[in-house]
Every structure is written in C-alpha cells, then in structure tokens.
C-alpha cells in the first residue's frame, strides 16, 4: 500500500498556517487539522471507480494517520492527532486525492493560455470511457456503472471549478468583480487596523470562498459564470446536466437509492456513456464562449 504524500513540497506554504495550531485548544486544532485533511484527501467513494476494489485514479491508498503525522508531529500533540485519525479510519482506512485541491495546487493558471483545466477534464472522461470497456462480472457491474456515472459528474465540477478560479486569477479586473459582487463579502466588517493583513491574505479567501461551493449546483454555479465571466450555459445541456446530478446524488450519498422512488438505481452502459458525451459537449461549449469573448480584447491589443 502506497502512503507517500499526495503533494510533496508544499511544506513552504503551509508552514506558517500549521505553526499558528500550536497552544491552540485541542478541539480547535483538530478542526483545523481535519479542514485540512478534506481539503487534499476524500473518501474513494466520491470519485474513484470500483472493480474488485477501488482504483485510485486520483493517488492513493493514502493513510490518514501516516498522512496528518506527517503534517503536524511536534506541532500538535499526539493524543490530538490520534483521536483525528481515529476519526477518519472510522470513514474509511483507504483515502485518495481530492481532484479539485490537487489541479489547483499544482498549477499555476493562466486563462488566456493555459489549458491545464481542460486536460484535467479531458483525461478523467477518458477513464471513464476506457474503465468502461472494462469487463465486469455481473455481481460487480451495477456498482461499478454507478461509480463511473457518479465519476463523469466530478470530472465537470472540477472543470467548473479550475476554469472559474483560473480566469479571475489571470484577470484582475474579474477576481475585483467577483470580490465586490460575492455577498458573503459584503456583508463582512473588517476595521481599518485590519484592511492590510486582509488584503494580503485575499486570494486565499477568495480561494476558500469558492472552495465551499458545490460546484455539480450549477443553479449556483450558472450565475457566478454568466454575471462574472460572460459565459452563458445552454439551457437544454443544463437542464439534462441537472438530472444526471440528481442521479449521482443518489449514488453517493443514498447509495444507489433513488429517492424519488424508493428503489435501487439502474444505471446502464449506454446511460453513462451518454453522460460522457454530454459532459464534454458542455465543456466545449465553455470554451467556444471564453474564446470569443477573449478575441476582441486581444484584437483591441494589437
């Protein structure tokens, strides 16, 4: 079983943030430490295909106890990390990479060029498509159908989620936009002795910020694309996307149950395929708008 680090390197940023737990109350350091924990690992039952195990598409098996001892021996006591771990084995003892936290980590965006998202996505509906070519014994296929189906589901939310957070990081004007227009932000009162040190620590707030949101919720999402970016989705791909959501939905979190039946879900080849295909031509269609919304700005500039 692999237990290595999941993003070896990163011990610069987040040095400052781990060393600020220490002399903490136990209780807050192990929120702390467990925000962390989510924010890089998840359960393989959100995203990972299952055949006579799960495949770890997104690395892994990690352990969580190996992982946060890692991360935080000598700045948190052990007795506070091992209650943590003890929590997160009762999840599950096999963790693997959050998709999301992983893209943006190791990238540094750049919208106007950088095709890092959409590789992102293009590689993880290949999976889908080759992992369901796979032959699967009858007793295993439902299951894995459903993984796959919920997968292909994932693999929009990140894209959702990369090509937002890299265009309004590449344009500065966009991240002003979103930072004036987010509600959550106008509501908060910050006092004059603090407006530097929140200023400094703004991208990273803006990072948490769009981090808690559930980026499959695209009546959330839809707005935050059309009044930020421009970009408005196509009613008829949005409205399908949004059945396939309420299917995967109850994939993951009522396992395979519908709940507006009662009964165990039926997902088929044909049904995931489709969704594949569907997904893809809803990416398409973001870039084609982000193309052309970026060309007269680059004619203008030349």
């Known amino acids: 079983m692999s237990t290595e680090r999941l993003f070896p390197g990163d011990d610069t940023d987040d040095e400052p943030r781990k060393h600020d737990l220490e002399g903490l109350d136990p ?15 998840t359960n393989p039952l959100d995203n990972s295909p299952y055949d006579d195990g799960y495949v770890f598409i997104w690395g892994g098996p990690y352990d969580a106890r190996r992982i946060l001892n890692q991360e935080y021996e000598g700045i948190v006591p052990d ?34 060029s950088s095709t890092v998202h ?22 295993l296929q439902q299951a894995f159908l459903r993984l796959l189906y919920a997968n292909a589901i994932t693999a ?18 966009l991240f002003r936009k979103f930072v004036e227009e987010n509600n959550a932000f106008k509501k908060q009162q910050i006092s004059l002795s603090n407006i530097l040190k929140q200023h400094e620590k703004i991208d990273q707030t803006v990072k948490e910020s769009l981090l808690e949101i559930s980026w499959h919720n695209l009546a959330r999402v839809k707005p935050l694309y059309e009044e930020i970016l421009g970009i408005v989705f196509e009613e008829k791909m949005m409205s399908e996307i949004l059945i396939a959501v309420v299917t995967r939905h109850d994939i993951v979190h009522r396992n395979g149950r519908s709940k507006k039946t009662g009964t165990d879900l039926a997902v088929t080849k044909e049904q995931v395929a489709q969704l594949a295909v569907l997904v893809q031509r ?16 680059t004619e203008f500039d030349m």
């Open 27 to 41: 209780e807050v350091q192990k929120e702390r430490m467990k925000e962390w924990f989510f924010a890089h690992y």
């Open 79 to 112: 007795q506070v990390i091992e209650e943590l771990a003890d929590e997160l084995d009762e999840i599950t003892v096999d963790w693997t990479g959050n998709p999301d936290e992983q893209t943006m980590d190791d990238y540094e965006f750049d919208a106007s």
């Open 118 to 139: 959409r590789q992102t996505f293009d590689a993880a509906i290949l999976t889908v498509e080759l992992l369901l070519a796979t032959e699967m014994s009858p007793f």
């Open 156 to 173: 929009l939310e990140t894209y959702l989620f990369d090509f937002f957070f890299s265009a309004i990081t590449a344009d500065k004007d």
């Open 282 to 297: 809803f990416v398409k269609k973001i870039e084609d708008d982000w193309k052309n919304l970026l060309m007269p700005k």
